[in-house]
Structures are given as C-alpha cells and as structure tokens.
C-alpha cells in the first residue's frame, strides 16, 4: 500500500473532487488531547458522562465547573502546521469540503472558514428552551456572572449550554446533510486524525469507496478502513501535511 506524502500528492494532485475529513488527531499538535491517545484529560474524565445532555440538564452547575475552563483552554492554543496546509490546500482548490468532527474552530482560525462542523462547535451560546443565541464570550460572562457558574438565558432562564453538541443530543441536520453531500461528490477522500469509530463520520468513507472513489488515511492508530485504502499514513499530521503541501505546490 502506497504510504508516502509524495502517494498523498500524488492521489491528491489527480483528483477531481478531493475532501478533508478530520477528528481529534489534527488538534493534538496544538495541545488539545484527543480521546483515545494515552496520557489525556479524557482518562481522568469519561466523556460520555460530564459532555452528555443527562449532566447538562440534571446537574447543570457540575456540567459547567467543567466545561467553562475548557472554553478558556480552548481559546488559548493556536491552529498547527495541519490545519494551516489544509487551509492552504482548500484556497488554491485541491481540496474541495473539509468536514471536521472538531468543536475547537482551529480550522476556522487557520482560515478554513466554512469547514462543515458536524459535532457543533464553541461559535456561540444556545438556550435549548426558546432559541436564544448569544457570542460565545457572552455566554462565557454569563457564566462568570452567576453565582453558581451557570449561565442562563435572558429570555426565560434556562441553562445555557455552548454550541457543542452534547451526547445524547441530535446533531445538527445541515451539517451532517453538507457532510454526506460532499462524500457523495468526492472521488478522494482524506481522513487526518480520525480514528472512525464515532458515528455517523464512520460511515463517510464508505459513501466515497462505494461510489469508486479513493481513500486516504493519516491517522497514527488503526481504523477500520485502513485496509480499504489507496494510501496509509501513520505519521504526525503537521510534519506529513507540511510536506504534502510542499510536494504540490513544487508541480
Ligand atoms: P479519536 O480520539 O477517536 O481519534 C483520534 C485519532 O487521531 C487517533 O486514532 C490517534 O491515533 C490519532 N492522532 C492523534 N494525534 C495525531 C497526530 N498528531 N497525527 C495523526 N494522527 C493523530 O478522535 P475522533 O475520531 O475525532 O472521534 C472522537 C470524538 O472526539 C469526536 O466526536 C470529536 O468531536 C471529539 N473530540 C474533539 C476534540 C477537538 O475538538 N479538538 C478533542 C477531543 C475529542
């Protein structure tokens, strides 16, 4: 199987319709751990209990003790080599889509404006109760303001929670629905940094294999389509996509 970034290039620089797909892995280089890598804050916490709608609704003072450092934590690290070169990738078009199960908005901050966010993301505050919205930094002073660290909505008084989504919670249709037309336009697919085990992005790649389309995947652990690709990459995302992105624009 082809593993070289010069393979990437290579299925890159040939592709008609060419999307990114990422996960936790591209944002590890900035400092953010991902899930499933030894040695992050996701051992000492289970996600799918302190980020679930069940915390958030029934024991919404503990959902926030948790979550609103993790706003200032997120707000302080910085976008990496990999989002910037898929940045660049998608503004001199060889890539078309980037859809991201990232909540962090380093895309957005590398300048991948319009990444299709299929988790949500920390873009703004939400009252599930009457739709209010507000800026993420309001809903952070809401929070900072209360006396036990729950924001509230101005409208009727519920808790406020961020634009992440929650498990347990409905994702938002327009992305998935963005997400599953782009798989279905693409004749290559990247995966960077997803290990494919989270629903409904595992079943992505199939759309694109299925309709005769190529699949490559730089993600240091397994996944369950690595026997499916055209390239297999098991190197830090930064380094093989600074690369990539060197090999292309030297054609
Ligand atoms: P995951 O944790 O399941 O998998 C991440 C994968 O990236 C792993 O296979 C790991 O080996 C690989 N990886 C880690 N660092 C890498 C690097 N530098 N280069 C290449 N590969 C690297 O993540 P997932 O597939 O995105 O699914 C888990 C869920 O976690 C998603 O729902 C996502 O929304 C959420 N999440 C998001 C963030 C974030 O926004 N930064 C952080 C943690 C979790």
Not at 71 to 95: C, F, K, S, Y
Not at 139 to 152: F, I, K, N, T, Y
Not at 206 to 234: F, K, M, Q, Y
Request: hydrophobic share 45%.
């Amino acid at each position: 199987m082809a593993d070289t970034a010069a393979d990437l290039a290579d299925l890159l620089a040939g592709a008609r319709h060419a999307i990114v797909l990422t996960g936790a892995g591209v944002s590890t280089e900035s400092g953010i751990p991902d899930f499933r890598s030894a040695g992050g804050l996701w051992e000492e916490y289970d996600p799918m209990e302190v980020a679930s709608m069940r915390t958030f609704l029934q024991e919404p003072e503990r959902f926030w003790r948790f979550h609103r450092p993790r706003i200032d934590m997120l707000a302080a690290v910085e976008p990496n080599a990999a989002h910037r070169a898929i940045a660049e990738l998608q503004r001199t078009g060889v890539v078309r889509e980037l859809i991201t199960q990232n909540i962090d908005r380093l895309h957005a901050r590398a300048g991948s404006g319009d990444a299709i966010e299929v988790h949500g993301s920390l873009d703004r505050g939400v009252c599930l109760r009457c739709d209010h919205r507000v800026s993420i930094d309001e809903l952070c002073a809401l929070a900072d303001d209360a006396e036990d660290g729950v924001p509230r909505c101005a409208n009727c008084r519920f808790q406020m929670k961020s634009g992440v989504i929650l498990f347990g919670e409905m994702l938002p249709e327009d992305a998935i629905n963005a997400a599953y037309v782009a798989a279905g336009a693409a004749d290559v697919m990247l995966v960077i940094g997803s290990s494919l085990l989270v629903a409904p992005v595992s079943g992505l790649p199939g759309i694109v294999v299925g309709n005769g389309g190529r699949l490559a995947i730089l993600t240091e652990s397994e996944t369950p389509w690595d026997d499916r690709c055209t390239v297999r990459l098991h190197g830090r995302a930064g380094e093989v996509m600074t690369e990539t992105l060197e090999l292309l624009s030297g054609r």
